[in-house]
């Protein structure tokens, strides 16, 4: 009787682990793991080969004019920014002398006019009058010098009331071509002596930007080739062309001068730094692909490729040329072919993947 007890309690644990057993099964295997990656499909595409230049914009015209007399600024008609056309006058200077020269001048001019008037009916009658012997071969060349110097102080008159113009003309500060006044160096006032800058005038209507290339490129311009100017900020970048390039170096640079000419400026003003991308030549069905796709291992050159079962394989592959941030793909892959575009460097060899947009 003294078993039962230690038979009991064991009958209890044998029971307790036979349903602790129940139901367990084997271990589940342990889940493969996905990769998520972006993949390309390539295709036959056109491509567009271009030369990428920066620099300064600046306005087709941008014109200091200086002053063409000296003297103190009396008024200024126009001031910073505004717009002005050929033959406008900004400003002028104290300019009292030179009416009043002007008018002497005048005078002057109207008294030789009628002196010389007068020089000349004589010497028309001297000639009449020597050929029917009324008067002396002296007489008549008295009239005739009288009649020489009557012509010379008419054209000293004439040159005289030009210069007294001109000084005139001269107190008035003359826009030279038309455009916006980007710099006015004066103030009303303000003492000015002849050839001192009055204003810098900038047609901005269009912009140039002027820059060069090297002799590897300068080989591949032509004038009229279209360009996109890019400027941080812009949302589209704006059309532009080549107007034209020098055939010989810039002093003491291996760069050849190019102008690129902005039709349409838009929101951008002379001053600003910008990138220009001249398409140098258009190509059409090319296979290729972003640089940044392949990767370089023991001189060798790789592409994660996504066969139909969703699993990736290392492809070697031989590529060409470089057009920008492209490169040709000469063998290794083909059309339809679709590879890895981010997510490559968590993969291998049959690596199973997700293909996200």
């Given amino acids: 009787m003294k078993y039962k007890p230690l038979i009991f309690a064991l009958t209890i644990a044998i029971t307790f682990f036979a349903a602790c057993g129940k139901g367990r099964g084997p ?15 390539l295709t036959l595409r056109p491509l567009d080969d271009f030369i990428t230049v920066s620099g ?12 063409e007399a000296s003297g103190r600024i009396l008024q200024l008609y126009k001031k910073l920014g505004d717009r002005v056309n050929r033959g406008d006058r900004i400003g002028r200077i104290d300019n009292d002398v030179y009416q009043y020269r002007l008018e002497q001048a005048e005078a002057a001019i109207a008294s030789a ?13 001297a000639e009449e009058s020597l050929k029917k012997n009324l008067i002396s071969q002296l007489e008549y060349n008295s009239a005739l010098a009288a009649f020489k110097a009557a012509k010379a102080a008419l054209d000293g008159a004439k040159a005289g009331l030009e210069t007294a113009r001109s000084q005139v003309s001269g107190s008035y500060f003359t826009a030279p071509e038309s455009g916006t006044i980007s710099n006015l160096n004066i103030a009303t006032g303000q003492y000015i002596n002849a050839g001192a800058p009055v204003a810098t005038i900038t047609d901005a209507s269009r912009l140039l930007i002027k820059t060069g290339v090297g002799e590897s490129q300068i080989a591949k311009l032509r004038k009229g080739q279209k360009a996109e100017i890019a400027y941080p900020g812009l ?21 050849y001068p190019v102008e690129i000419e902005v ?6 003003l002379p001053g600003m730094v910008v990138t220009a991308k001249v398409v140098t030549d258009h190509y059409s069905d090319l296979l290729y692909s972003s640089l940044t796709y392949f990767t370089r291992e023991f001189g060798k050159t790789y592409a994660f490729v996504i066969d139909s079962d969703n699993k990736a394989r290392k492809q070697e592959v031989s590529l060409g040329r470089i057009i920008g941030e492209y490169v040709l793909i000469e063998s290794g892959l083909d059309i339809g072919d679709r590879i890895v575009t981010s997510g490559a460097e968590n993969l291998e060899e049959g690596s199973r993947v997700e293909i996200r947009k």
């Fill in 27 to 41: 271990a589940p295997k342990a889940k493969e793991d996905i990769q998520p990656v972006t993949v390309e499909e």
């Fill in 56 to 67: 300064k914009l600046e306005g087709i015209t941008n014109v200091t004019m200086s002053s």
């Fill in 113 to 125: 006019q009628s002196g010389f008037d007068t020089a000349q009916r004589n010497l028309n009658y």
């Fill in 263 to 268: 039709a349409n400026p838009s929101s951008l």
């Fill in 235 to 255: 949302a589209d970048p704006i059309a532009g062309s080549v107007r034209g390039f020098g055939i010989s170096p810039l002093p003491g640079s291996a760069n």
